[in-house]
């Protein structure tokens, strides 16, 4: 047979099933224009004669009959069924395989004269496996379409398959046909192909083949990342294994750009998804794939899939990494290296949360890294302080993981340690400075700091010839040997000094880049001291962890962090949540001042810990020492403190020493006292007992009476509740007629009201007019201290009786408006506290004078006042008005004390500054929860719009209805109108 492949190539190019086949078998020329009456019976008896004279002989195919027939079959591929298809795939595959075995072995041999007749069966071969593996590509895309319509098709009656439509792998059959495919180019072509136009040709009937395959591959590939999210981390690691192992990096290239040029739709959350874990997978694997790539992956950063733009987030991260480890260093890298870090930063500002708490974790990891990048940590820590006011709690939560992260990982441990004291590296600092100035030249000396004008230059300078010197030997003076060893020396302490001066400016820029970093850190631990407070278990946890961090490095605001921790204590444990806090507070507090250094002995460690213990009290304020107390009966409890530190704090508050201070064993009693009140088995305070009632018969002038009192109140404690059946009969005749306990109330209350003060022989008969008369006539009576004695005695005495009360009200609100003394001012205030408790119906309409305190000159008053109100609103004695807008001012306090104070209880005032106003709305929207709640909220709100009387007032209305979610239109349309400034004439 006579084949022209060129011929044949035109045909199948242009339209295959025009190729001519004029010597097929007559069994296939009479059915060509009956494609369905191919069956299988018939293709089987054209193909088995060709199949076994191929396997006899690959010349076979040679025969015209034999590959017309072929081409014929191959024309109606469509209508093949698979295993005939499958078997002329495998008829072409394994022809091919032994001609090129046969090919090789006559190369070898020099059989030169057989090269032409090979070259023909060669192209014969590889012509009609391009058709078949085209013809299988056909075959394998139209399945899923058949396989959709069948699904359709759900609900009736199954169809039972046909025989030519069974289930079919090819994948097998077109890896062995590429390995042939690969044998055959192996062979030493230019001894068969004479020309490059020929083996160009034949070499194209295997890229062809394999170009379609590829571009099956890649499409397959982007919609099984699209619809398939478990193939995403084996995508992308067939992805690696195909461009590291095998070369061939294009095909992630070309998947890469379709990826960064398509548009996801917003409401598909599939595939992005999807998409994503491939590229991040792929970027950990082969970074260098993606970053070729990243240019046209950036623009995803714009799409509204926000599982996308955290993709991008992390996978600059992973290339971050990547090329800090790259030992090749120029230009190129480092503009790379700072673009990624842009993106990241960029980031931080993301409209959704996830994306910005994935830049902060992208920063974690890019942390530990061992090039530290100073420039971009000091950036990342400012970024990381601005995001602990980010609205999100998880965003807040990592914001302060970061920042743990950044200290622990500093890169400010090559000099003088690690620590990150704020005094000692400012310390540092004025020594360079001042050992800078010591080394640099007075500002007097000549030719120095002088700016010399180039421009100002004698004329005639240059209009003359410069005149060279004559260096004759002679006229040159000659120098000494001291002379000589004078410039050397001096030229070496010359270069001394500027190699000096050098090492003291890179020294003093370390220093300034540390103290910029304990700056961010300083401002960072106000914030998460805020943080404390959150509602959120895990920010309130991380929150703790981080004041641990940064103690362990000595940050000096970490101890005022730590201690506001104690307040924690106070959680309510009936949730997972409060159990959590507690135990991780007190997991926080064992490692601080629980825990000594292994080194220690156990005499030393329990010294180390009463210290500690000891020194938590100094400089503690009521509500904190109360805070620790319960933290530490909680640990005593649990078992973190040994009998042993125990000992040791009885013995620095029984040893006076002067090596001992008053503030040490002061803060021992405080610490013993917390400990003794919980429950123990200890039979050791019969001993303690002992010596107190020693103590006592030594000190007291009536020991007896002393402990006859003592033991009084013992046995009413432990006899408290009476057994049963030991009433006597009398009682049980009382319980008939009634319990007489309501007329001892009674009793008890008009001995109070009335005869305390006004019986003929009570003793206080006499004070009670005394003090109120010395409170009424202050200028009579001027004494500062006699004022202050008074005032809290009358105050006393107005608690006892509300007759004495309501006469003397009016006089103890005077003295607390009036009164010069902040002390006299706090005292009337707690005890208008008292007294609303004792007579509500006279104090509650004179609440306005106790609110009026909040605005007090005083810090002390203030937040005396502050503390008093929130007692009694909470305690409900009294009824919330329009003065709770008061305490919402307090907000904005200076004293953190009191705007801390002032967060439980809160309302608006117009007086406030716009921005705090907002500060305060917004604080007290985050409690309404409900919607039913919003939407009254806002109708009541909206409904004030028509009352605003200028555009503050207005804004502020619509500030507040922006942060309810009322979806009221009418609503929406009067806020959208604005506001509107009516005139009338007068």
């Not at 298809?85 to 394994?94: A, C, E, P, Q, Y």
Request: with cysteine; charged share 25%.
């Amino acid at each position: 047979m006579d084949f022209d492949i060129n011929e044949s190539l035109k045909y199948y190019l242009s339209d295959p099933s025009s190729a001519p086949t004029p010597e097929a078998d007559p069994e296939l020329l009479d059915r060509e224009n009956d494609p369905e009456s191919l069956t299988s019976p018939v293709i089987n008896g054209v193909l088995n004669p060709i199949v076994d004279a191929v396997a006899e002989n690959p010349e076979g195919l040679g025969r015209s009959s034999f590959f017309d027939s072929l081409q014929f079959l191959l024309k109606l591929s469509s209508q093949l069924p698979t295993k005939a298809l499958s078997k002329i795939l495998d008829l072409v595959i394994s022809g091919l395989a032994v001609e090129a075995d046969i090919i090789h072995h006559d190369m070898e041999s020099d059989e030169s004269d057989t090269v032409q007749h090979h070259k023909q069966l060669l192209e014969m071969y590889a012509f009609l496996l391009q058709w078949t593996l085209s013809a299988v590509e056909t075959k394998l895309a139209e399945k899923p379409a058949i396989a959709a319509h069948v699904r359709r098709g759900a609900g009736k009656s199954k169809p039972r398959p046909a025989p030519n439509d069974e289930r079919w792998d090819s994948s097998i059959q077109i890896q062995t046909a590429m390995e042939v495919m690969c044998k055959v180019l192996k062979l030493k072509l230019g001894k068969i192909f004479m020309t490059t136009s020929d083996r160009d040709t034949f070499v194209n009937l295997f890229t062809r083949t394999i170009y379609l395959i590829l571009e099956r591959a890649q499409t397959s590939i982007v919609q099984s990342l699209t619809y398939f999210e478990h193939l995403s981390e084996p995508m992308a690691e067939f992805l690696h294994i195909l461009a590291e192992q095998y070369d061939y990096p294009q095909l992630s290239d070309e998947i890469l750009r379709e990826i960064g040029n398509k548009e996801f739709n917003s409401n598909d959350s599939k595939g992005p998804k999807s998409v994503s874990a491939f590229i991040i997978r792929l970027s950990e694997l082969a970074p260098r794939l993606i970053i070729k790539q990243m240019t046209l992956l950036a623009k995803q950063l714009d799409s509204e899939a926000y599982t996308l733009r955290c993709a991008v987030i992390e996978v600059c991260g992973n290339l971050i990494s990547d090329l800090s480890k790259q030992e090749e260093r120029n230009e190129n890298h480092t503009t790379q290296i700072n673009s990624f870090f842009e993106v990241l930063e960029e980031r931080f500002l993301d409209v959704n949360p996830y994306c910005r708490c994935r830049a902060i974790q992208v920063y974690m990891k890019l942390a530990e890294l061992d090039q530290k990048f100073p420039k971009r940590r000091q950036t990342a820590a400012e970024l990381a302080t601005r995001s602990l006011e980010d609205k999100s709690s998880n965003v807040r939560r990592n914001a302060i993981k970061l920042l743990g992260k950044l200290v622990s990982t500093h890169p400010f441990s090559v000099m003088h340690g690690g620590q990150l004291s704020y005094k000692e590296w400012d310390a540092r600092l004025q020594a360079v400075d001042a050992e800078l100035n010591s080394l640099r030249p007075p500002p007097e000396t000549p030719g120095l700091g002088e700016d010399v004008d180039a421009t100002n230059i004698d004329s005639e300078l240059l209009d003359d010839v410069t005149q060279m010197p004559d260096d004759s030997p002679s006229k040159a003076p000659r120098m000494t040997e001291e002379q000589k060893q004078q410039a050397m020396r001096k030229a070496a302490e010359e270069a001394a000094t500027s190699e000096l001066l050098t090492r003291l400016q890179l020294t003093r820029k370390y220093y300034l880049e540390a103290i910029r970093f304990i700056e961010v850190l300083h401002h960072a631990s106000h914030i998460v001291s805020q943080l404390l407070s959150s509602r959120n278990k895990n920010e309130v946890i991380e929150a703790m962890d981080f004041f641990v961090i940064i103690d362990a490095y000595k940050v000096e605001t970490a101890r005022a962090g730590i201690r506001r921790m104690l307040r924690l204590i106070w959680t309510k444990g009936n949730s997972d949540e409060g159990k959590g806090v507690q135990s991780h507070l007190i997991d926080c507090y064992k490692g601080l001042f629980f825990e000594a250094p292994d080194s220690f002995s156990s005499n030393d460690a329990a010294n180390y810990i009463a210290r500690n213990m000891i020194s938590l009290t100094f400089g503690a304020t009521p509500a904190e020492l109360t805070s620790l107390e319960q933290l530490l009966s909680t640990m005593m409890k649990i078992g973190h403190i040994s009998d042993v530190v125990i000992a040791k704090l009885w013995q620095v508050y029984s040893v006076q020493k002067k090596e001992i201070s008053k503030t040490q064993r002061r803060g021992a009693i405080i610490v013993l006292a917390a400990i003794i009140e919980i429950d123990s088995d200890s039979k050791e305070w019969y001993g303690v007992a002992e010596h107190a009632i020693g103590a006592i018969y030594s000190l007291a002038k009536h020991p007896d009476a002393l402990c006859s009192e003592i033991l009084r109140r013992k046995t009413s404690t432990n006899q408290a509740f009476p057994k049963k059946h030991e009433a006597s009969e009398d009682d049980e005749l009382d319980l008939i007629g009634g319990t007489t306990e309501d007329d001892f109330t009674e009793a008890m209350a008009h001995i109070r009201e009335r005869e305390l003060l006004f019986g003929p022989t009570s003793l206080l008969t006499n004070f009670g007019p005394l003090v109120a008369e010395i409170c009424a006539n202050n200028n009579t009576y001027p004494d500062r201290n006699l004022q202050a004695a008074a005032t809290l005695c009358m105050a006393k005495l107005m608690c006892v009786s509300g007759e004495y009360c309501e006469k003397n009200l009016p006089l103890l609100i005077t003295i607390m408006e009036r009164s010069e003394d902040p002390i006299v001012r706090s005292n009337a205030v707690i005890a208008l506290g008292d007294m609303a408790v004792c007579f509500n119906h006279l104090i509650d309409e004179n609440t306005d004078f106790l609110y009026r305190r909040l605005n007090d000159s005083d810090v002390s008053v203030k937040r005396t006042c502050l503390m008093t109100l929130t007692f009694l609103i909470l305690a409900g004695q009294v009824k919330v008005k329009g003065q709770l807008g008061e305490m919402a001012k307090c907000l904005e306090d200076d004293d953190k004390r009191i705007a801390d104070l002032a967060r439980i209880l809160l309302s608006t005032e117009k007086s406030l500054e716009e921005d705090a106003l907002r500060r305060i709305i917004k604080f007290l929207a985050g409690f309404v929860e409900k919607d039913k709640h919003a939407k009254q909220l806002a109708e009541k709100l909206a409904a004030r719009l028509a009352r605003c009387n200028n555009e503050r007032q207005w804004n502020d209305i619509t500030y507040a209805l922006s942060l309810l979610a009322h979806k009221n239109e009418e609503i929406i349309k009067t806020v959208t109108a604005g506001f509107r400034v009516v005139k009338t004439n007068a």
